[in-house]
């Protein structure tokens, strides 16, 4: 018989016998005979491992096996996850043709820049560091990148931000045009910017050089405009820019401001009124106290309730919305308590002082027994409710109880003065409620500082300043997009609930409530905070593989975990290779 030639090959045959089910793996040669394909076994492997047998399927197959701890190396291995949810974000939102519509280096620097401050924030120093650390220089296709690279992209950016801030009004101001605005402080290094001087410090860092911006939302929070003011420039100094940007810039004539009660002195007010522009603020508390003793204000309105509208010819033309929180007016009778027992624990040891039979003030004049009662007098910034009696050799101090009490009266009372008609505002609770809505514009500078890092503030120019102003405010509006896409999986009250009385606090929901009790969502992972889950993304990485001693390379992501999966899909994010 002539010698059969033809591959061999594995076989898997069942047979089926008594409800069950025989297989076996067997060595084949097919060979034709007559016109006709037959099989010859040459050999039974079923007693191998399965994954023998596969190894021998590939071998036949003309496939080579390797050792993979000797031919299977990963070259690098870079942070992915993170980058790949932010850029896909950063491109949902359009931002890349807000900034330029022609792919250029500057704008994928810029972009850069704004990925990194959400991704690890740092210096622009830092930030040239921390690019090859991430697939982030990749899928920008970025190449080496200097500081003298970041800081001719910020150069190159300020010029667009006239055209960028107009464009993100378009989308988000249009209609009602109520825009959230407030003011905030960063400190500064060096002593070389002209806009870098000492006032007021929102950042709790007192007697350092700073510089003020203040930033212009949509009533949801989005981040509109940002605009860079010397550190000694006082709120409402900064608002009439803003309103013109708004209102000249941006188109948008019928604008409505809500700003806090710092922000709208007397004259703004009255200049926002001739130019028809309305606004909702605040009254201060010595403005509040007039009302009072014009008797425009009766306190005894609350005994009831908690919310009241009243006129006064102290504001003609605006509807003057009076709230008391009982919660706010328990808490301050405590706290004023606690500190005026505080100062009477001081004064009394000066007393002892001078009336003690050892006292270091005995017999002393009524100078240095004042100097000395200065010292402890507004510790506690309770001074005015403190009357003192000082003489040579006599100190003696008592309560104002009058004015305690006067002060007390108002305690938890706030009045929100509005010039919006019932047809924008329809009642006392949407004034309210729209006034409220500036916790939004505190969030964004909260996220600005901590997570994006606006300060402390390295640059000395300007230009730069104004530039890296304009890049936080960027990352924050698609860090606001982040966050919203990402709310069923941090500890963020995804449906808050809106008490009927909306001078009451606003309560976290029950789903939101187990959440943070559990430390778990709805759907069985762990609850994070913005950051973590930035970070947990991050573990998902893009590898770089190579064959033994080949130049040929290939990229591999890890495998998303359950979370990570979750995660791209809220964002709408599919990964790539």
Not at 112 to 136: D, E, N
Request: hydrophobic share 40%; charged share 25%; proline share 3%.
């Amino acid at each position: 018989m002539a010698k059969r030639r033809g591959r061999v090959h594995v076989a898997i045959t069942r047979r089926h016998y008594k409800g069950k089910t025989y297989e076996a793996a067997l060595l084949r040669r097919s060979y034709r005979e007559g016109g006709k394909v037959k099989n010859e076994t040459l050999g039974n492997i079923s007693s191998l491992a399965p994954g023998e047998i596969e190894g021998i399927r590939a071998v036949l197959a003309g496939r080579e096996l390797v050792d993979l701890d000797d031919a299977l190396s990963i070259e690098r291995s870079l942070p992915h996850g993170h980058v790949a949810a932010v850029l896909g974000v950063l491109r949902g939102l359009d931002l890349e043709r807000l900034l330029s519509r022609e792919r250029c280096r500057e704008r994928d620097l810029v972009v850069a820049m704004v990925a990194q401050a959400l991704i690890g924030a740092g210096s622009k120093l830092s930030v040239t560091r921390r690019l090859p650390k991430t697939t982030l220089a990749d899928e920008l296709s970025l190449g080496e990148v200097s500081e003298a690279d970041l800081l001719a992209a910020m150069d190159w950016l300020l010029p667009r931000q006239e055209r960028i801030e107009k464009a993100l009004a378009k989308r988000h101001l249009e209609g009602a045009g109520f825009m959230l605005y407030d003011l905030s402080s960063s400190y500064v290094e060096g002593r070389k910017c002209p806009l870098a001087v000492r006032g007021y410090s929102r950042d709790g860092k007192q007697g350092t050089a700073q510089i003020n911006y203040g930033l212009t939302c949509s009533p949801e929070g989005r981040p509109v405009a940002i605009g860079v003011h010397a550190g000694n420039v006082t709120d409402q100094q900064t608002l009439p820019g803003a309103v013109a940007a708004v209102r000249e810039r941006f188109g948008i004539e019928d604008v409505v401001v809500v700003g806090d009660r710092g922000m709208l002195t007397k004259a703004h007010a009255g200049a926002l009124t001739e130019a028809g522009v309305d606004f909702v603020s605040a009254l201060k508390s010595a403005q509040i106290r007039a009302l009072v003793e014009a008797g425009d204000l009766q306190l005894s309105l609350f005994d009831e309730r908690n919310l009241a509208e009243i006129q006064s010819e102290q504001f003609p033309g605006e509807r003057l919305v009076v709230c008391r929180n009982p919660a706010v007016a328990a808490e301050r009778k405590r706290k004023r308590s606690e500190l005026l027992a505080a100062t009477e624990v001081e004064l009394a040891k000066v007393r002892s002082m001078v009336e003690g039979p050892r006292g270091t003030l005995r017999a002393a004049d009524a100078g240095k027994i004042g100097t000395r009662a200065g010292k402890v007098i507004n510790r506690f910034k309770v001074a005015k409710h403190f009357e003192l009696q000082i003489a040579d050799g006599a100190f003696s101090f008592k309560r104002k109880d009058k004015q305690i009490t006067a002060e007390a009266s108002l305690d938890g009372l706030y009045v929100i003065r509005t010039t919006c008609a019932q047809a924008k505002l329809p009642s006392s609770a949407s004034v309210v409620r729209t006034y409220k809505q500036l916790k939004m514009a505190e969030r964004a500078f909260r996220t600005m500082k901590d997570l994006i890092e606006i300060r402390p503030i390295h640059h000395h120019l300007e230009d730069r300043v104004r530039a890296h102003a304009l890049l936080c405010m960027l990352a924050y509006y698609v860090a606001f997009e982040l966050h919203v896409r990402l709310a069923p999986l941090l500890f963020t009250d995804e449906e808050p609930l809106s008490p009927l009385d909306p001078v009451l606090p606003a309560k976290r929901s029950a789903s939101a409530k187990a959440k943070a009790g559990s430390a778990e969502t709805t759907d069985g992972f762990a609850a994070h905070s913005f950051d973590d889950l930035l970070a947990e993304l991050g573990t998902l990485c893009r590898n770089e593989v190579r064959f033994g001693a080949t130049t040929n390379t290939f990229t591999h992501l890890t495998k998303p975990t359950d979370l990570q999966a979750r995660a791209f899909e809220l964002l709408d994010v599919k990964l790539g290779t």
